[in-house]
């Protein structure tokens, strides 16, 4: 039957006859045919519209141009009850792409631009998502059918024009896509100004920094510039470093603590259930004892004790009811192993995160299974920063301070990552503390991964020295921090090197190298100086 009646409609269609709501700027005229409106007022703001696109060249700006100068955009409601009556209001930029996209106002009928499909959720049809086909898979074209604002080859460009304009999105393939990985939290986060949602925007070579932006109101009215930005990296860190923090044992703990806590009082109200139980069987037993002992001369006695006993009955059959209900209510019962087992998943869950071969696209993942919403706000005093709120799926929220940085301070090396690398700066070569950053998920103020020459670079700005390239310390082979070379150990110790190797390779001595080809470095302290001295001591060793 459904399939009939969408045949009957596209013959109908096919002849040009089949009626839908008519795009504003035409109305249907006695005789059913599509004209342009006679209001010319109407007519004159859709030639302006097409006409500004052409010299502005984005829907943005047309949209822009109509709420500047403040002029009014019609719009003829083709709904039940409102049908064909006009309303003037502000333009907006989903009507202005509408009317650039709508092929109507070429003159040609159209027919099946878009399809629509049920969506199938948990058995039941949900909603019905509507999808534009492509020009090619429109079932019905007649050119000239009615009278045009613009032409079909200037309509084509237009499409063309607007397709170009797309801003980047991740969404989708433009060419301008971004490396998928930075702003983790698109998708979460609300602006705490005005509640609209904020989305991310890409900057620098091939989009490698992101800021969150909140520019809704900009698409609605006009309005110049946007509510705010942010820069995305300090918040992006703050919330994961936050987030991850909540995996730790100490927290856990408390929340399986917490957890055991609900058992034992789902324990204590079982054994109110069963006393209950007890003293209403008790009472059903009772009763049937007295009625059974009645002579059965005293009929009048047992009418009553048998409608007695039948009364307990009845009470115990409900009461046996609400105990089989109350039971179905599931209870989370942990055994050991699996306390331990969400113990060790919770361990784990840092170390996924800040694995290499971790995507930032898996991160976002990881985060939006937890995280609902990320509400941010920036604050002016005390400090320069961004107040972050974060609505947890459980309904819990959070609150945190993140640094915003000044436009110049977005470029500068985090302070953590300095100490980081004067830290790291001990035995490493500058391609390990390279990986080592990297495999921490940090993020230099280019907003890149760090590279062996970036820390070269901020090693030399910072003055950050290795101690072991140090010139004095390569020729003396005694660094300040206790590192000896080979051959300055077996001087002190007075022995061959070899010896120093066969302790190295035996473990007796903590040993590194720089790069895998290079000098060994021997840890001594002085505890192991006096081990090593007890060794000699003990076991004579030829000198060489
Ligand atoms: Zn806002």
């Not at 949900?126 to 050119?143: A, D, G, N, R, S």
């Not at 005390?382 to 945190?400: C, F, K």
């Not at 300095?418 to 993020?443: C, K, M």
């Amino acid at each position: 039957m459904r399939l009939r009646l969408q045949g009957a409609k596209i013959n109908k269609a096919k002849k040009g006859e089949l009626r839908c709501s008519p795009p504003t700027g035409y109305v249907y005229d006695s005789e059913g045919k599509l004209v342009l409106d006679p209001d010319e007022g109407v007519v004159a703001a859709i030639e302006l519209a097409f006409q500004k696109f052409r010299e502005l060249r984005t829907a943005f700006k047309v949209m822009r141009y109509f709420c500047v100068n403040q002029i009014p955009f019609p719009r003829r409601r083709w709904r039940p009850g409102d049908i064909g009556t006009l309303h003037w209001g502000p333009a907006n930029l989903s009507r202005i792409t509408a009317l650039l996209h709508n092929p109507t106002y070429t003159g040609t009928y159209v027919y099946g631009r878009r399809r629509s499909f049920n969506v199938i959720e948990a058995g039941q049809i949900k909603k019905v998502k509507i999808q534009q086909l492509p020009q090619e898979e429109w079932k019905v074209i007649i050119h000239n059918a009615h009278e045009a604002y613009i032409s079909w080859p200037e309509y084509l460009s237009n499409c063309e024009r607007l397709r170009h304009n797309c801003p980047i999105s991740l969404s989708d393939g433009c060419p301008g896509t971004p490396r998928e990985g930075f702003a983790l939290l698109q998708g979460l986060v609300i602006c705490g100004k005005c509640g609209r949602r904020m989305s991310p925007r890409y900057h620098g070579t091939g989009g490698c920094r992101a800021a969150y932006e909140c520019t809704q109101a900009r698409k609605q009215d006009g309005s110049v510039g946007a509510c705010w930005s942010v820069a995305g990296a300090a918040i992006d860190t703050a919330v994961s470093v936050h987030v991850l923090s909540a995996f730790t044992d100490e927290q856990l703990d408390i929340s399986l603590a917490v957890l055991s806590e609900l058992e034992n009082i789902a324990d204590e109200a079982d054994k109110t259930w069963q006393l209950r139980l007890e003293r209403v069987r008790y009472e059903a037993e009772r009763a049937f004892r007295q009625y059974d002992a009645t002579e059965p001369e005293n009929r009048l006695v047992a009418r009553t004790l048998e409608r007695r006993w039948n009364e307990k009955l009845q009470i115990l059959a409900e009461l046996e009811e609400a105990y089989q209900k109350a039971r179905q209510v599931q209870r989370l019962e942990l055994t050991a192993v699996q306390r331990q087992q969400i113990l060790q998943l919770a361990n784990d869950i840092p170390t996924l995160w800040h694995a290499s071969t971790t995507t930032n696209l898996e991160r976002k993942e990881i985060l939006g299974l937890l995280v609902k919403q990320v509400a941010i706000t920036p604050i002016d005093a005390p400090s320069r920063s961004t107040r972050v709120q974060i609505l947890w799926h459980t309904g819990v929220t959070s609150e945190l301070i993140a640094t915003r940085p000044t436009n110049a301070e977005k470029f500068r090396t985090p302070n953590g990552v300095i100490q980081l690398i004067e830290e790291l700066a001990v035995g490493r070569t500058d391609s390990e503390i390279a990986h080592e950053l990297n495999r921490r998920g940090l993020v230099g103020g280019s907003g890149r991964a760090f590279t062996k020459k970036g820390v070269a670079w901020i090693r030399w700005k910072f003055g950050i020295e290795k101690p072991l390239s140090n010139p004095q310390v390569a020729h003396l082979g005694v660094s300040p921090e206790g590192y000896y070379s080979t051959s300055a150990l077996a001087l002190k110790l007075g022995v061959g090197i070899h010896t120093v190797y066969y302790w190295r390779d035996k473990g007796i001595i903590q040993a590194f190298q720089e790069t895998p080809r290079s000098p060994w470095w021997y840890i001594v302290t002085p505890e192991v100086l006096e081990t090593l001295r007890e060794k000699i001591r003990r076991v004579p060793v030829k000198s060489e």
